[in-house]
């Protein structure tokens, strides 16, 4: 909330000369105590940052890239704007890592399976850890002296403060009374770990292994780890971690424009396979043409059922309520080898999903089609023992052809038709080594009704 408007005063002409003269000195006095004090904490702000004193080489900088060629692209970007500031300031360069190149192993972007190779490898020489994205930008003299006011021989969890504002489903209702008490970061303005704590979460990793089983919102269940069931450590605020830049004081900001690499992809070299059933051709199909499907230059609804007035497309797949594995392969197989061979992309949605052709054309962009992309909203399951990422469905599923090409010729295949259709997916691509493609443009809404509270 913002703090009230001052008021203005009005002053009345003084009666005598006297009071004029006395209020003047008054006035004068009180100004000279103003400018004292503010002196004082200029000098008590100078003595913090001389004892917590740090140069640009005891902060490693771990930015939070993929594997995807325009990832590594944007990654790099980042760190060369990292070490030219660096260099600017004439001081002894940083260490700049890029996540996909640190371990092979599948749950590296979770980031706390990787503190004990930070604790090992960086605790000797350097003071923090500082997190980012690769679209978040960092003015490195702002950060030295955001980092400065705190003393790095203690523990410290740093970053832009988020909260809810009521209790969610995605956060498996946490804090329920009262939400709003519990922060978490926004991972897009960075965030920092300092050393010692970094050192004492991979104490507790040795000891006890991560228990949860999936992983969906990486900036809460960190910050939950953390925590500890208030036996750790909260967030602690930092103003000048931003997203949006508001004031010169900001150390980080964030750019979150859709990307445009070139001319956006052509709706024809997109085909778009929409899953339903009979059960619901009825209700949902007709939002669905009367939102985005004009958008899409090839479209087909897949059902358990032949409509003609739709029309949709009877896989021949029977209809299930829990996962839709079966169907969603038989669309794979039947993109792959009976319809549109000159066609490198296939998005594959529910029939209530949301979805912008227009927004999809212009990300595609950047994609190179010769590569095996996956790509979607990423999840986690059992990462903490060597699981596997994947795309969550409702929010939609990207596929280049050549990423149906390998899965298909490999014998990973369903376990059953009802079996979570992107789970599966994730297991696969897992297996061939070809990981998920995370983008925050696409999110699958997680609710539930009043009726089933």
Excluded at 18 to 28: D, I, R, Y
Excluded at 180 to 189: G, I, M, Q, R, S
């Amino acid at each position: 909330m913002l703090p009230p408007a001052r008021r203005g005063r009005r002053l009345a002409l003084p009666a005598l000369l006297s009071l004029l003269t006395c209020s003047l000195a008054f006035a004068l006095v009180s100004e000279d105590v103003k400018k004292e004090a503010r002196q004082s904490k200029n000098l008590e702000k100078s003595d913090i940052s001389k004892k917590n004193d740090i140069d640009l080489k005891e902060i490693v900088f771990v930015i939070q890239s993929q594997s995807n060629s325009f990832h590594v692209k944007k990654a790099e970007q980042l760190k060369q704007s990292i070490l030219k500031q660096s260099t600017d300031l004439t001081q002894e360069m940083p260490t700049v890592l890029l996540l996909h190149q640190l371990a092979q192993q599948e749950g590296a972007w979770t980031i706390l399976p990787l503190l004990p190779h930070f604790s090992v490898t960086y605790s000797r020489n350097s003071s923090w850890i500082f997190f980012c994205e690769e679209d978040t930008r960092i003015q490195i003299v702002q950060l030295l002296e955001t980092l400065r006011r705190y003393d790095p021989s203690k523990e410290w969890f740093l970053g832009k403060a988020l909260h809810d504002e009521e209790s969610t489903i995605i956060h498996h209702y946490a804090f329920s009374e009262n939400p709003t008490v519990f922060k978490y970061p926004d991972l897009a303005a960075g965030w920092a770990l300092s050393i010692p704590l970094v050192n004492k979460l991979t104490k507790r990793l040795k000891s006890e292994s991560l228990k949860s089983d999936f992983t969906i919102d990486l900036k809460h269940e960190i910050a939950l780890y953390i925590w500890d069931g208030g036996d750790g450590l909260p967030l602690t605020p930092v103003p000048e971690f931003c997203t949006d830049i508001v004031g010169s004081s900001c150390a980080t900001s964030f750019q979150s424009s859709l990307p445009l690499c070139g001319n956006p992809v052509k709706k024809e070299d997109i085909f778009v396979a929409v899953k339903t059933c009979k059960k619901f051709h009825g209700d949902r199909i007709p939002i669905v043409k009367q939102t985005w499907a004009g958008q899409a230059g090839h479209l087909e609804y897949y059902s358990d059922y032949a409509d003609n007035s739709i029309p949709t497309v009877d896989l021949g797949i029977p209809n299930t309520d829990r996962g839709h594995c079966g169907k969603t392969f038989a669309i794979l197989e039947r993109f792959l080898n009976h319809s549109h061979d000159k066609i490198p992309w296939l998005v594959i949605v529910d029939d209530d999903t949301l979805i912008s052709i227009s927004r999809l054309r212009h990300l595609l962009s950047c994609y190179d089609t010769r590569e095996p992309v996956f790509l979607g909203e990423r999840y986690g399951y059992g990462l903490g023992t060597g699981g596997y990422s994947y795309v969550t469905g409702g929010g939609g599923m990207v596929f280049s052809k050549e990423a149906i090409r390998r899965l298909l010729a490999s014998k990973c295949r369903c376990y059953s038709n009802d079996a979570p259709d992107d789970m599966v997916l994730g297991m696969c691509f897992s297996g061939l080594g070809i990981p998920v493609t995370h983008s925050p443009l696409f999110h699958q809404l997680i609710w539930i009704s009043k009726t089933m509270q």
